[in-house]
């Protein structure tokens, strides 16, 4: 099984910019894309960014696009959310997770169990 460790959030203030990692500890099947998820307390976990990694097709959700952009480095089996802008509802725990390509077109069917710790991002005024 493929384990997924995202890395590389932080305090930021508004305006301010962050790059996540998602680094796999193996190979992941080309049947899958790779999505970036958010979720704050008390709120459900919501899909924001996935990636093709074998097209390099992407899909952002409305609320971050123009803000935030999605790249891969396969050889480093790695996905980065390149995160500018930030504001304040940005604040969240950020994890990414294999996903049906699906996603690609906002429809999020991602497919991990152990969703580990994720990353916390926090955007400060």
């Known amino acids: 099984e493929v384990e997924l460790v995202e890395s590389g959030g932080g305090l930021v203030q508004t305006g301010g910019s962050l790059t996540l990692s998602c680094t796999a500890s193996?190979?992941?099947?080309?049947?899958?894309?790779i999505g970036w998820f958010r979720q704050v307390p008390g709120k459900e976990r919501e899909g924001i960014s996935c990636?093709?990694?074998?097209?390099?097709?992407?899909y952002v959700t409305d609320s971050v696009e123009g803000r935030f952009t999605i790249s891969s480095d396969n050889a480093k089996h790695t996905v980065y959310l390149h995160m500018n802008s930030l504001k304040l509802e940005d604040t969240a725990t950020y994890y990414c997770?294999?996903?049906?390509?699906?996603?690609?077109?906002?429809?999020?069917?991602?497919?991990?169990?152990?969703w580990g710790q994720g990353t916390q991002v926090t955007v400060s005024s």
């Open positions: 193996g190979s992941i099947t080309d049947d899958y894309a």
């Open positions: 997770a294999p996903a049906a390509l699906a996603c690609l077109l906002g429809h999020w069917d991602p497919r991990r169990d152990d």
């Open positions: 990636i093709s990694r074998s097209e390099g097709s992407t």
